[in-house]
C-alpha cells in the first residue's frame, strides 16, 4: 500500500497552440485536504480534467493505491472513486433533488418481472440519507430550481459522494457563496476528511485555503512549482510562487484628483419594491467610488437602473448638471456611460465571436465609411491598440474570446467600453474569477482611467480591493444606501457595520 | 520521397472528408443517381439543377439570418408559396379565360412589387411577435406558416393557376446559351447577385455584425448597446422579401402555382442553412 491514494506522475497534455501541462504532478494522502493553486490558465483545471477522464493525457501516469492504472472516461473515475465538483454547477432546475443526484445512473427495479422502471421509491431513499450527510434537510421530491446556488451546490456534492468516493475534486466552490454558506461547505468537508476522503481543493481565496488545506500544491504555466504543508505557508509566500514574481504592492498607486461632482443620483427607486429605494449619491470627476454591501444589498440591481437594463419609478439621473433621461444600454452609451456587467459570460463576451468582434460591438459607428461600410483596418488597430495598452494575451484578432483566459477576456470588455471614451465607467465586479497577476494590471488600468478624470463607480465584494482602491467607499444594505465612507478612513469595520444596517 | 508524398496527400484528403462531410456525401449522391440515371450528366439538367437551386437559395438566405440570431423561420415555405400563388394571380393573362381576378392585366414588376410589400409585412409581423411580445421564433413562425398558408388556400381556391402572361415566364425561365448545350440560367445571376448582397450585409456592415451578436450573447449585445428589438425586426422582414422575391421567381420557373407544392423548400432552405454554419 502506498501512502497516497492517488499519484499524478509527470503528467504533460497539449492543445494545439498551447502547452497545458508541462510535467505535472499531484500526490493525494487520503483524509487530507490538497488545495491546488495557481494563476489562471496555470494548468489546475486541466490537470484535474486528466485526473477525471475528461481529457486524456499525452504523457504520464496515474497511480491509485501504488498502482498504476488509466482513467478512460468519467464513468471509468468514478467507478474508481474519484468524483468532481465543477466550478460551473450544470443542475437541471426542472427536476427534483434525487432525479439531480442519480441522473445517468438511476437505480432499477423490474416490473411485472420483466420491465426494467426506475425506483423511484429507492432512488429518493437513498437521497435522502446523502442529504442528511451534507446536513440539508430537504425533500428529496423538491425542485432543484427552488434551491439557492449554495443550497444546489451542497446537492452536487451530495452527489459525488455518493458511492465509494475517495477523492474528491471541488473547483472553485465558494466563488458563488456567502460567508455563512462557506462555512456549511467547510463542514461539509471537515466530514469528509473524517472519513477517509482525499479532498482537491482549487480556490483563488487565500484566507480560505490556508483555513481548510493540510497541503497546497503550486502550479505556474503547466509546471509543478512545489508541494507544501499548509501550516508552514503564507499568503504573500504563495503568491511569489504562484505569480512567479514578488508582488510588493496588492494595490497600485493611485495619482488621480477628484474633481467636481459631475454625477448625481436622487432619490432613485426600482420598480420592484424590494429592491433598490431612495437612492441619491454623486461621483465627482476623477474618482473612484467603490461600493460596497453584502449578497443581495442590490447594488447591482441599482447599477442596472442607472444603465437602462433595468426600470425605476422615481428619481433623476444628472450629469454636469443636465438630467439624463436612461431607458435602454444605448441611451446611456449615448450619454458617455459604459458599464461592465457582473456577468462576464452572461452578458458580457460573445463566446463564439472573435476578440475583434467583441472589442468593436458597442462603438461600430465609428468604424464606418461612407455610411456603411465597416473599415476592418480601423477596427484591427482598435484591437492592436489596445493589446498592447492593456497587455492583452490573446495570439490575434481573429481568437475566439472564450478561449482567452477570464483576467484577459475582461481586458477585452474594458477595451469594448474604452472605444466608446465615456466619462462615467460603472464596473461591477471587475476583478471576479480572475488571478492575482491580471488582477493587478486591471486595477493599474482603474486607476489610470481616474487619473485620466474619468469618473468610475466600481462595486465589489472584496473588502481589500475597495478600501484599497476607492476615494469613497458607499455602502448599501437591502436595497438602501447606508452611509458613505471617505477612502482613508474606511476599514473592514466600519464597512461591515454599514452593510448590516438592516431596517 | 514520392510514397511520402502520397502519404500527405491521402492525410489531407482524409482531413478534408472529416470536415466536410455533407460536401463528400453530396458528391456520393451525385455519383451514384448520374451512374443510375443516364440523362443526370447532361447540360440540360445542368441548368435545371442550378435554376432550382437558385430559388432555394434565396429563401435560404432569408432564413440564414433568423438562424444567425439563434431564432429560426419555419414560415419560410409557405410564405414563398404564398407569393407564388399571388404572383399567379396578377401576372395571369388578360384574355385568359379561367381568371382569378377582375384587375386589369399588370406590369410583372409591379407584381413584384406588390409580392415584395406583401412579404415585408408578413416578415415584419414575424419581428413584431418575436420581439414585442416575446413569443419564441420556433412558435411564432409555426402559427404564421398555418395563417400564411391558409391565406394561399383562400385566395387561389385551392386551385393551381395557369395562364400567365407569356414575356414572364420567357424572363424568368432565359438563359444565356442553348438548352441542349452548356447555358447558365438568369437564376443563377440572380442568385450570386443576392448572395454577393447578403456576404457584404453580413461581414461588411453594422448590421451583420450586430446580427452576429445577438446569435453570440443577446444580453451582452443589448447591454453593449445593440438595438436587439430592431436589429431582429429588420431580419424577420428581410427575410419576408427574400421569399417574395423568390415565390414570385418560382411561379414563372413552374409556369404554373400549385399551392400545396410550395411547401417543401421550406425545410430544404432551413436545412441548407442550418448545415452550412455547422
Known amino acids: 500500500m502506498s501512502e497516497f491514494v492517488l499519484e499524478m506522475r509527470d503528467v504533460c497534455k497539449s492543445f494545439p497552440g498551447v502547452k497545458a501541462l508541462d510535467h505535472a504532478q499531484l500526490k493525494l494522502r487520503p483524509g487530507k485536504v490538497h488545495a491546488l493553486m495557481g494563476e489562471n490558465g496555470a494548468g489546475k483545471s486541466t490537470l484535474m480534467k486528466c485526473m477525471f477522464g475528461i481529457y486524456t493525457m499525452d504523457e504520464g501516469e496515474i497511480y491509485i493505491d501504488g498502482e498504476k492504472t488509466a482513467i478512460r472516461d468519467p464513468l471509468d473515475a468514478w467507478d474508481k472513486g474519484i468524483s468532481m465538483v465543477h466550478q460551473e454547477l450544470q443542475p437541471i432546475p426542472a427536476r427534483t433533488i434525487g432525479e439531480n443526484i442519480f441522473l445517468g445512473r438511476y437505480p432499477m427495479k423490474k416490473a411485472l418481472g420483466f420491465i426494467p422502471i426506475v425506483d423511484h421509491d429507492k432512488m429518493y431513499e437513498e437521497t435522502a440519507k446523502l442529504l442528511e450527510r451534507v446536513h440539508m434537510n430537504f425533500d428529496p421530491r423538491q425542485k432543484l430550481g427552488t434551491l439557492t446556488v449554495s443550497q444546489m451546490q451542497s446537492v452536487e456534492i451530495a452527489k459525488a459522494v455518493a458511492g465509494n468516493c475517495r477523492v474528491l475534486i471541488l473547483d472553485e466552490p465558494t466563488s458563488s457563496l456567502t460567508q455563512n454558506e462557506v462555512e456549511a461547505l467547510f463542514r461539509i468537508v471537515e466530514d469528509l476528511k473524517k472519513e477517509n476522503v482525499a479532498v482537491v481543493y482549487i480556490s483563488h481565496k487565500m484566507d480560505e485555503i490556508l483555513r481548510i488545506s493540510d497541503e497546497v500544491t503550486i502550479m505556474r504555466d503547466g509546471q509543478y512549482i512545489g508541494t507544501w504543508d499548509a501550516r508552514d505557508l503564507t499568503t504573500d509566500f504563495i503568491i511569489t510562487k504562484m505569480v512567479g514574481r514578488e508582488l510588493t504592492n496588492l494595490y497600485p498607486k493611485r495619482e488621480n484628483v477628484p474633481g467636481d461632482v459631475v454625477f448625481e443620483v436622487e432619490d432613485f427607486t426600482s420598480i420592484n419594491p424590494r429592491s433598490f429605494r431612495h437612492v441619491s449619491f454623486n461621483l465627482r470627476k476623477g474618482e473612484i467610488l467603490g461600493v460596497a454591501g453584502l449578497v443581495g444589498a442590490q447594488r447591482t440591481e441599482l447599477m442596472e437602473g442607472l444603465f437602462g437594463t433595468r426600470s425605476h419609478t422615481s428619481g433623476t439621473i444628472k450629469y454636469q448638471g443636465r438630467e439624463l433621461h436612461i431607458r435602454r444600454p444605448k441611451d446611456a452609451i449615448d450619454q458617455g456611460i459604459a458599464m461592465l456587467t457582473e456577468d462576464r459570460r452572461g452578458s458580457g463576451i460573445m463566446g463564439v465571436l472573435s476578440v475583434a468582434d467583441n472589442i468593436s460591438i458597442a462603438s461600430l459607428n465609428k468604424y464606418v465609411d461612407h455610411g456603411f461600410v465597416l473599415n476592418t483596418k480601423k477596427i484591427n488597430d482598435l484591437v492592436e491598440e489596445n493589446r498592447q495598452k492593456m497587455n492583452i494575451k490573446t495570439p490575434s484578432g481573429k481568437t475566439l474570446i472564450k478561449s482567452l483566459s477570464g483576467g484577459n477576456q475582461q481586458k477585452v470588455l474594458i477595451g469594448r467600453w474604452l472605444a466608446n471614451n465615456p466619462d462615467v465607467l460603472i464596473l461591477d465586479e471587475p476583478t471576479r474569477g480572475i488571478d492575482v497577476g491580471a488582477k493587478y494590471e486591471i486595477y493599474c488600468i482603474i486607476a489610470d482611467l481616474a487619473k485620466q478624470g474619468k469618473s468610475i463607480i466600481m462595486i465589489s465584494s472584496e473588502m481589500g480591493e475597495l478600501i484599497g482602491m476607492s476615494d469613497r467607499i458607499m455602502v448599501m444594505c437591502d436595497g438602501r444606501m447606508t452611509g458613505v465612507i471617505d477612502g482613508k478612513d474606511a476599514n473592514q469595520e466600519n464597512i461591515m457595520a454599514l452593510a448590516t444596517q438592516f431596517e | ?278
Not at chain 2, 406588390?114 to 420581439?131: E, M, R
Not at chain 2, 438568369?186 to 450585409?201: E, I
Open chain 2, 1 to 278: 520521397m514520392n510514397s511520402n508524398n502520397k502519404d500527405s496527400f491521402g492525410k489531407k484528403f482524409l482531413a478534408y472528408v472529416k470536415a466536410n462531410p455533407i460536401v463528400v456525401m453530396l458528391v456520393i449522391v451525385a455519383i451514384i443517381v448520374g451512374i443510375t440515371k443516364d440523362n443526370f450528366f447532361s447540360w440540360k439538367n445542368f441548368g435545371n439543377l442550378m435554376s432550382n437551386t437558385a430559388i432555394r437559395f434565396l429563401i435560404a438566405l432569408g432564413v440564414s439570418g433568423c438562424l444567425i440570431t439563434k431564432g429560426t423561420d419555419l414560415s419560410a415555405g409557405r410564405q414563398a408559396g404564398l407569393a407564388a400563388c399571388l404572383s399567379g394571380i396578377l401576372i395571369q393573362r388578360g384574355d385568359y379565360a379561367s381568371r382569378l381576378t377582375k384587375l386589369p392585366e399588370m406590369n410583372m414588376f409591379l407584381v413584384l412589387l406588390i409580392v415584395v410589400a406583401i412579404g415585408a409585412c408578413l416578415g415584419l409581423l414575424n419581428g413584431v411577435i418575436i420581439t414585442k411580445l416575446k413569443v419564441p421564433p420556433f412558435i411564432t413562425t409555426l402559427g404564421t406558416q398555418t395563417i400564411v398558408y391558409g391565406l394561399c388556400l383562400v385566395a387561389t381556391d385551392a386551385q393551381p393557376i395557369g395562364g400567365f402572361q407569356k414575356s414572364y415566364i420567357e424572363l424568368i425561365t432565359g438563359r444565356i446559351g442553348d438548352t441542349n448545350g452548356f447555358h447558365l440560367p438568369y437564376l443563377l445571376f440572380v442568385a450570386a447577385l443576392f448572395g454577393a448582397f447578403f456576404w457584404f450585409l453580413y461581414n461588411k456592415m453594422r448590421h451583420g455584425k450586430y446580427m452576429y451578436a445577438i446569435g453570440g450573447n443577446e444580453v451582452a449585445a443589448e447591454v453593449s448597446g445593440v438595438n436587439t428589438t430592431k436589429t431582429l425586426m429588420l431580419i424577420y422582414t428581410t427575410a419576408g422579401i427574400m421569399y417574395a422575391i423568390a415565390g414570385w421567381l418560382l411561379a414563372g420557373k413552374t409556369g404554373a402555382s400549385p399551392p400545396p407544392a410550395v411547401s417543401a423548400p421550406s425545410a430544404a432552405c432551413s436545412s441548407a442553412c442550418s448545415c452550412s454554419s455547422c
